[in-house]
């Protein structure tokens, strides 16, 4: 099946420790992007990437960290230095073909930290 | 950068009722998406309509780009179409493929 894969879908974590959240897509995408979103929020653009060993901070990159070296995984790491971890993380991907440039999303990540 | 507004933040409908998602952007854009986020937080796409119109069953869109609004009507609701619905959209010109979100409608449908 093709799509975009997030895991664990459900993680908790002390305070103090780093925590990396997992995203997979077998879609041949170029382009991947990590969200967040808190209760009753709408969602907000932590890190991009457009290809390859490159990625972009978007507008809360503050507190993470991402690496894209292959082109079908982009895990996002919260440290330790994000004052408020505890959200849903989503990530999505997409084609960056000018005719088509549709996003898809995976079934997200609950982190909770205590 | 641009903005994006929509309304109503909330709806309550009974089963059967037709509703219309208004998506208002400020600036130009290269894509338009619209998305229904169920209950257990999955984001399941709707349509992607830069300009135009579509329709997919008891769903339709349509972006008028020169006016920088967008709408989704919802037609015979069902409890299942409950949720938040939110619009999407890439800036035009800037080439960083980055989706920014709208505040999204919360969708109530009561039997």
């Known amino acids: 099946d093709g799509g975009i894969t997030q895991s664990p879908k459900y993680l908790f974590r002390k305070e103090g420790q780093n925590v990396t959240l997992s995203c997979e897509q077998n879609l041949n995408h170029d382009a991947m992007y990590w969200y967040r979103q808190d209760p009753g929020q709408g969602l907000r653009l932590i890190y991009y990437s457009q290809i390859v060993n490159d990625f972009q901070k978007g507008d809360i990159a503050e507190g993470y960290s991402v690496s894209r070296e292959k082109k079908e995984s982009f895990p996002l790491t919260v440290t330790s230095a994000q004052k408020n971890p505890t959200a849903f993380y989503l990530c999505?991907?997409?084609?960056?073909?000018?005719?088509?440039?549709?996003?898809?999303f995976g079934q997200g990540t609950r982190l909770t930290v205590v | 950068g641009i903005q994006v507004e929509q309304s109503p933040p909330d709806l309550i409908l009974q089963e059967g009722a037709n509703s219309t998602l208004r998506c208002n952007f400020s600036d130009s854009v290269n894509n338009l998406q619209w998305f229904h986020q169920n209950p257990w937080g999955q984001l399941i796409n709707l349509f992607y309509i830069p300009s135009g119109t579509k329709q997919n069953g008891r769903l339709s869109a349509t972006t008028v780009a020169t006016e920088r609004y967008s709408l989704l009507y919802i037609s015979s609701s069902q409890t299942t179409d409950s949720g938040v619905y939110f619009c999407a959209v890439e800036q035009e010109g800037y080439n960083t493929d980055k989706l920014i979100f709208g505040t999204g409608t919360r969708l109530q449908v009561f039997p």
């Open positions: 999505a991907s997409s084609y960056r073909d000018r005719t088509n440039t549709e996003a898809f």
